[in-house]
């Protein structure tokens, strides 16, 4: 019987971890939370069904060459096994026409310390994701007797949890940034409801973004949850799709983040950062102008970067002007390319999820001597 689960951070030395797969991978189609998400000019608006067999193999070709280059480095690394994704997902509150893929564990899966919970995701098509995982879970179960497997409150995603026509076509950029200036998202209050990675883990302080994927009641269950530990609502009004924190704010190590030049931390929700002497850096512009063909995330997937521990990191390896970044910032980088598994749920951070980390949970933020606006 050994210890297998544990993790409090994004940065303490890696040591397990699961890096996804893209067999199987769908473009789902349209439902209430997703839809929004599409850009009007996308060439994936209306169209969905299995992703172009070419694609896939490119994609996992990168996905097992980032997975042997964390073996080369003592990590050891674990797979999910895909479901046939291209099947409906019915429920008695809900049809949809499939489902996606298990490329990107960081969203399914949230480990804080010896637990792991399995999100309450809000898109439809992510409804079974989790399965993907469960052989791997059932094994840490069986062999870890500390490790805790929870599930969040399974939510129903009925008609009830999103607003209806929240993104006409006609809503312009600027119509959808005071949206999110102004907190105003898809999903309603009606269940919980969070995407694991929507939740920036620095030890006893949870930062939650607030935005399409995760809405209020979510914090407060994890409030409820962990009544030891501080929970903390930020948004990043710049976004005009804020979907995950991790090609956002990103920490590099203790007392230092990147934070998106064009999504930043609005001054009120810095202070428990400055007050505790963090220092929050203008993440490098991306080297590239636009994403991959039929890629849902932005191409700020240049901050998207995996922390193997305090001194080096994963980076995409034609995202030159971070890698140069990384390394003023005193950072070892590893570069690896991986912008053909973009399209199919992110970038090094996405298709990974932390089973185990050296290190404990840790106060980084001691000094509460304030109002603290992010306090949920
Ligand atoms: N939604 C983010 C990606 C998160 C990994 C973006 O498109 O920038």
Known sequence: MTKIVNSWNDFDPLKHVIVGRADHSCVPPEEPATSEKVPIDSPMRGMWGPRPLET?????????????VLEERGVKVDRPSPLQWNQPVITPDFRTGSMMTCMPPRDTLLTIGNEIIEAAMSFRCRYWEYLAFRPLLSQYFNEDPEFLWSQAPRPRLSDKSYKHNYYDERISLEERLVRTANKDFVTTEEEILFDAADVLRLGKDLFIQHGLT???????????????????????????????????????????????????????????????????????????????????????LSMN????????????????????????????????????????????????????????????????????????
């Open 214 to 300: 995760t809405n209020r009641k979510a914090m407060e269950w994890f409030k409820r949850k962990y009544p030891d530990f501080r929970i903390h609502a930020v948004n990043f009004p710049g976004d005009p799709y804020p979907i995950h924190i991790d090609a956002t704010f990103v920490p590099l190590r203790p007392g230092l983040i990147i934070n998106n030049p064009h999504r930043k931390l609005p001054e009120a929700q810095r202070k428990i950062f400055e007050k505790n002497d963090w220092q929050i850096v203008d993440a490098a512009m991306p080297a590239h102008k636009e994403p991959p063909p039929l890629c849902y995330s932005s191409v700020w």
């Open 56 to 68: 896939v193999e490119k994609a996992n070709a990168q996905l097992d060459n980032l997975a042997r």
């Open 305 to 376: 970067c995996l922390v193997l521990d305090h001194k080096t990191v994963i980076v995409e390896a034609s995202e030159t002007n971070q890698l140069e970044q990384m390394d003023k910032l005193g950072m070892n980088v590893i570069p690896i390319h991986f912008r053909d598994a973009y399209a199919f749920g992110g970038g090094l951070h996405c298709s990974t999820a932390d089973v185990y980390r050296e290190g404990t949970c840790l106060d980084y933020f001691p000094n509460q001597d304030f109002e603290d606006v992010t306090r949920v």
